[in-house]
């Protein structure tokens, strides 16, 4: 398996253009294949189980350079453990959660359980999907002047998952709408709203074509996934 993880990366690792940040999508993996990625180069992981991650951060803690990324919906009594464990939350679906998570982050800072504010993506559905969670584009719009007054979370830009069954024209397509929206919000959000978390194993060419900054590759790195094994 070393071996095997260590050739996908660096096969992967030359179509992917310098300016975009690989993010390896371990959940499900066990504690073993992240430290063969790490061992491959990779620094960026994501997860989207808390308690799953959790247990595998504090069994990786001797990597100090690792930095994690929440990549799934956050439950409200979980998101106190996320701003504590995750610089990177890409996964920031409504305004009450924002809310929630601006409140626990401006807490954080002054218990001074962390030194830093999280850095976060709005999640939008730049498609109809009744099965992912996110902003569609039209609520995204009405939200913003609440948005911007959550002073302890550092917007980072948007991040978006397509619906499955896409071609390949339609998938550009949407993924360049992303891209869109995302320039259209960055005077409101400031400079700071620069990048985009989109493309997976099976679609990332796709997201860097049309401006990804963050692509989020699993299944692609590390093979099939099977059931959790931590150890």
Not at 81 to 110: G, T
Not at 151 to 161: E, F, Q, T, V, W
Not at 172 to 196: C, M, T, W
Request: net charge neutral.
């Amino acid at each position: 398996m070393d071996n095997l993880i260590t050739a996908r990366i660096e096969e992967i690792k030359p179509t992917i253009p310098p300016r975009v940040r690989l993010i390896a999508v371990s959940k499900t993996m066990s504690v073993d294949s992240i430290r063969m990625a790490y061992d491959g180069g990779i620094r960026d992981f994501a997860e989207n189980r808390l308690q799953e991650a959790l247990e595998k951060q504090e069994q990786l803690k001797d990597l100090g350079d690792i930095t994690w990324h929440f990549i799934g919906h956050l439950q409200s009594n979980k998101a106190k453990k996320a701003v504590e464990s995750f610089p990177w939350i890409h996964s920031i679906d409504s305004l009450k959660i924002a809310r929630r998570i601006n409140r626990l982050a401006q807490e954080a800072i002054a218990l001074k359980t962390i030194t830093e504010l999280p850095q976060v993506c709005l999640q939008v559905k730049i498609l109809p999907d009744e099965s992912k969670y996110g902003w569609d584009v039209q609520q995204l719009w009405q939200d913003v002047e609440a948005i911007k007054q959550l002073d302890s979370l550092r917007l980072r830009g948007l991040m978006a998952i397509l619906p499955l069954g896409l071609s390949k024209d339609e998938t550009l397509g949407a993924f360049k709408n992303v891209k869109s929206l995302a320039d259209e919000l960055q005077p409101h959000f400031g400079s700071d709203f620069d990048q985009l978390s989109m493309g997976m194993s099976g679609d990332y060419p796709l997201a860097i074509e049309a401006g990804a900054t963050m692509i989020r590759l699993g299944t692609i790195l590390f093979g099939k996934r099977s059931t959790v094994a931590l150890g």
